[in-house]
T-cell receptor, first 112, second 116 residues
Framework: AQKVTQAQTEISVVEKEDVTLDCVYE???????LFWYKQPPSGELVFLIR??????QNEISGRYSWNFQKSTSSFNFTITASQVVDSAVYFC?????????FGTGTRLTIIP | DAGVIQSPRHEVTEMGQEVTLRCKPI?????LFWYRQTMMRGLELLIY????????DSGMPEDRFSAKMPNASFSTLKIQPSEPRDSAVYFC??????????????FGSGTQLSVL
């Protein structure tokens, strides 16, 4: 069975600090997809990124960056120069041959 | 596009009553998902449809839960009879075809269900 672990339940940082959210996954599939979703206080889940298992290139999108390492089964998410609007719950998710599995989420609070 | 539309946003009902949650997916999306979110269990997939056909309902907790998708633009999730432990946020999501693995999911705003 596939599994996603987000060991950090809650993180608080002061605005403008960098913060990394960890995601470790388990799967026996050779082809799989990894995702990050953001759930702001309004409640709606928002897609951030989708990465397939054959593409280990790191990705940067503005202040957001993702580090995918198959050797450690990790797909970590870094926010650079955090802002108050980044406060949310962030979910890592995995899909292979099984249905999409979400981690338990990391609640990120940015302190002004 | 208006995005995935769910109704109602909030539902408060008494134990034993029937509850119907509604979802309108994004036009052109042919996959629809119902998720439940609770503090204890996180995000759980209840059921998903592809081209209006239920593909996997193994996440539906009990026979009290049922879901339908009569056409490409509408789906319902029904709980009958409802119980306090059904209290949760129920999300509907839609996406393009599943042929190449899970695509980007677009979520609705959710329905906050409270069963007293």
């Amino acid at each position: 069975a596939q599994k996603v672990t987000q060991a950090q339940t809650e993180i608080s940082v002061v605005e403008k600090e960098d913060v990394t959210l960890d995601c470790v996954y388990e799967t026996r599939d050779t082809t799989y997809y990894l995702f990050w979703y953001k759930q702001p206080p309004s409640g709606e889940l928002v897609f951030l990124i989708r990465r397939n298992s054959f593409d280990e290139q790191n990705e940067i999108s503005g202040r957001y960056s993702w580090n995918f390492q198959k050797s450690t089964s990790s797909f970590n998410f870094t926010i650079t120069a955090s802002q108050v609007v980044d406060s949310a719950v962030y979910f890592c998710a995995l899909s292979g041959n099984e249905k999409l599995t979400f981690g338990t989420g990391t609640r990120l609070t940015i302190i002004p | 596009d208006a995005g995935v539309i769910q109704s109602p946003r909030h539902e408060v009902t008494e134990m034993g009553q029937e509850v119907t949650l509604r979802c309108k997916p994004i036009s052109g999306h042919n996959s629809l998902f119902w998720y439940r979110q609770t503090m204890m269990r996180g995000l759980e997939l209840l059921i998903y449809f592809n081209n209006n056909v239920p593909i996997d309902d193994s996440g539906m907790p009990e026979d009290r839960f049922s879901a339908k998708m009569p056409n490409a633009s509408f789906s319902t999730l029904k709980i009958q009879p409802s119980e306090p432990r059904d209290s949760a946020v129920y999300f509907c999501a839609s996406s393009l075809d599943l042929d190449e693995g899970y695509q980007k999911l677009f979520f609705g705003s959710g329905t906050q269900l409270s069963v007293l």
